[in-house]
């Protein structure tokens, strides 16, 4: 049964050339959805059975995330913004999905969080705080950062929000960035711990 939703981008050309590629056989890749531009959904594989979409990877200590999860492809090359009509669309099949399998938006993830290093996807155009202030992924903690921005410290609050892939630091700050703060540049700083705490009550 699924208890997780993995987000990616599809990094081709169209999303018919996306889905051509998923219902492949011998491409050895597939998703349950994927949503093009335009906002149109194509379901590919029943929630219920397992996709080959993660790959190898890890999240809050747990490995094959492709018998754990539904995977979600949005029609996009990581290159610029998500249009309007599909992230409209990616809103209300998150919605049904986490109804349905009763998953926590906490467990609502993009590619690069389960795989550092390996994947980027849904990449830094991507609107995560647009998804936390819905109710669709976890919220984001928002105390300020430590003054002490030691890697190992930071390696454990990471390991805390669920990155538990075995990666180096610089690798693993190019994950979580890529999920709270994309354009940040530069070696490890406060603001960098921040989005792995604990949210404020209410938040």
């Not at 491409?27 to 949503?35: D, F, Q, W």
């Amino acid at each position: 049964m699924p208890g997780y939703v993995v987000l990616h981008y599809t990094a081709m050309g169209s999303a018919a050339a996306a889905i051509d590629r998923l219902c492949d056989p011998e491409a050895e890749v597939s998703a349950h959805y994927v949503i093009c531009k335009s906002g149109a959904v194509t379901q590919l594989v029943p929630e219920g059975l397992r996709a080959w979409h993660a790959g190898i990877g890890t999240w809050q200590g747990l490995d094959d995330l492709n018998s754990r999860s539904i995977g979600i492809e949005l029609d996009n090359n990581g290159r610029g913004p998500f249009t309007a009509p599909l992230m409209h669309s990616l809103e209300a099949l998150l919605r049904g999905i986490l109804t349905a399998w009763d998953i926590p938006p906490r467990n609502v993830i993009g590619h690069s969080d389960m795989a550092p290093g390996r994947k980027t996807d849904p990449g830094p155009w991507f609107d995560w705080a647009r998804l936390e202030r819905l109710g669709l992924a976890g919220q984001r903690g928002t105390a300020p950062g430590p003054s002490d921005t030691d890697p190992v410290l930071f390696t454990e609050a990471a390991r805390r929000a669920g990155y538990t892939a075995d990666v180096d630091t610089d690798t693993l700050l190019a994950a979580v960035r890529l999920r709270y703060r994309p354009f940040a540049t530069g070696p490890l700083e406060a603001a960098d711990f921040t989005p792995l705490g604990q949210p404020d009550a209410g938040a």
